[in-house]
């Protein structure tokens, strides 16, 4: 028999009460998800490198009623991150989503530009889950939420060190999920298709480049970035109590399906 209270299903994704890190919020998805995160009721620490960025984001929370403050965060700066895990430690969740990419063919890559993806998009990660991991086992518990991609799962020409560091994020995330898990730490990460962002500025700038990658979703469209919104606020809350380990792809459809070719019926 089970005495335990019934669940209150009406706060099921309510983060009252907590702090939640969101590092990369001063633009693109990051911003959209803190904003998510502050309408759920929690604290939101908005770091960024661009300290004028989180203050932005900082303000269009307050004026929606919600709570948060901006933080200054390089996180290539190692000791940057250990002081920023140290004065966020008993948050809740910590959200990450800084990355950048190189569309090159391997051929063309030079070392400098393998180093500056890697580092950003690996090393940091590795960082920053290490790092906060760690606190947050020792305080109980926690969430941490990074941003994996696609590119993880399926490739095309030009973005193998790109795929690369997202694979590894995916598996650095399993492995986190595994040695922080005993401590109620979860590690999950988020895996968008085609979102528009300054990342994919140079996409979108060319027409047939962008909409064939529109085409290949099975909604047939690209995603906006308030439409990962959902998929962290799932993940930092309550609702997500039982998943870690795990990627959740919000790519439309996109790894879903074939999409070379659509059949006739009969």
């Not at 400098?112 to 960082?127: G, I, T």
């Not at 990460?189 to 060319?206: M, S």
């Given at each position: 028999m089970n005495d335990s209270a019934p669940i209150d299903y009406s706060r099921l994704f309510r983060l009252d009460g907590r702090?939640?890190?969101v590092i990369g919020a001063g633009s693109g998805i990051g911003r959209e998800a803190a904003q998510a995160l502050a309408a759920q009721g929690a604290h939101v620490a908005i770091a960024d490198y661009s300290l004028a960025g989180a203050e932005e984001t900082v303000a269009l929370?307050?004026?929606?009623?919600?709570?948060?403050?901006?933080?200054?965060?390089?996180?290539?700066?190692?000791?940057?991150?250990?002081a920023a895990a140290?004065?966020?430690?008993?948050?809740?969740?910590?959200?990450f989503t800084a990355a950048t990419n190189v569309r090159k063919r391997m051929d063309?890559?030079?070392?400098?530009?393998?180093?500056?993806?890697?580092?950003?998009?690996?090393?940091?990660?590795?960082?920053?889950?290490?790092?906060?991991?760690?606190?947050?086992?020792?305080n109980g518990g926690g969430?941490?939420?990074?941003?994996?991609?696609?590119?993880?799962q399926v490739v095309e020409p030009g973005q193998g060190v790109y795929a690369a560091t997202k694979a590894g994020l995916v598996q650095l995330a399993k492995t986190a999920a595994a040695e922080y898990g005993p401590q109620g730490v979860r590690v999950?990460?988020?895996?968008?298709?085609?979102?528009?962002?300054?990342?994919?500025?140079?996409?979108?700038?060319?027409d047939e480049w962008y909409g064939a990658y529109?085409?290949?979703?099975?909604?047939?469209?690209?995603?906006?970035?308030?439409?990962?919104a959902g998929a962290v606020v799932y993940l930092a809350s309550d609702a997500s109590s039982f998943v870690t380990g795990s990627t959740l792809t919000v790519d439309g459809g996109w790894t879903a399906i074939d999409g070379r070719f659509t059949p006739p019926a009969s």
């Open positions: 702090t939640v890190v929370i307050g004026a929606q009623g919600g709570s948060a403050e901006a933080y200054e965060l390089d996180v290539l700066d190692d000791e940057a991150v250990e140290e004065r966020f430690g008993t948050a809740s969740a910590l959200v063309d890559y030079t070392l400098d530009e393998f180093d500056r993806v890697v580092n950003l998009n690996l090393r940091a990660s590795f960082q920053l889950i290490r790092k906060f991991g760690a606190r947050f086992a020792a969430s941490i939420i990074g941003f994996a991609s696609i590119r993880a999950n990460v988020v895996a968008p298709g085609v979102v528009e962002t300054p990342l994919t500025a140079q996409i979108k700038a060319n529109a085409q290949k979703a099975a909604l047939g469209r690209w995603a906006r970035p308030d439409e990962l």
